[in-house]
């Protein structure tokens, strides 16, 4: 909002006008040293493997590999990668006992190459009065996003429009991986992934691990 190339209105006064600190329309940020660009590349390929660590814990694991650094740092480093810690949150994935489970495809699986697998998970999102939900659908080995719907109910028809722009956008793949909630299981859902003969995996119950990326970004 602030114009430099205004001279009848200088910088000072446009800034009052606004409430803003005249420090920070000067403010350059500096970019990371490179002992932090190592220590962000340590970050993230530790998180992969434990995505349920925060800054307190992958502060003790840098440690223990040698580097004398606080959970302050870690946490600021983490801040700006945009990694937040994999724990607890409102139930998302609630299994429907009439519907079909499937078995888990992928373990022991070499996946190298794009729509080999996709995978798909649902997270909340916190609002003033409740919740959003939101369903991603990613390719497992590029890490794209193929589609994603917001929705203020869990009910299944946000989740199948996503896999449906996903398949419009991006073609069919091998194998498609959920864990068991029933929005995944409902007959609704299936039904569209078996009519194009994408085979189904789903994870164990309890079993985020088994679908790591998309349980990273969701």
Known sequence: MIDPQRPRLPIVRQCTLLRLNRSGVYYQPAPENAFNLMLMRLIDEQF???PYYGAQQMARHLRRLGHEVGRKRIGRLMARMGLVAIYQKPRTTVPHPEHRTYPYLLRDLT???PNQVWCSDITYIPMRRGFLYLTAIMDWTTRKVLAWHLSNTMDADFCIEALKEALARYGTPEIFNTDQGSQFTTP???????????????DGRG???DNVFIARLC
């Open 48 to 50: 992969m493997e434990t």
């Open 188 to 202: 609704r859902f299936t039904e569209v992934l078996q009519g194009r003969q994408i085979r189904i995996s789903m």
């Open 207 to 209: 079993r985020w691990m």
């Open 111 to 113: 996946i190298d190459r």
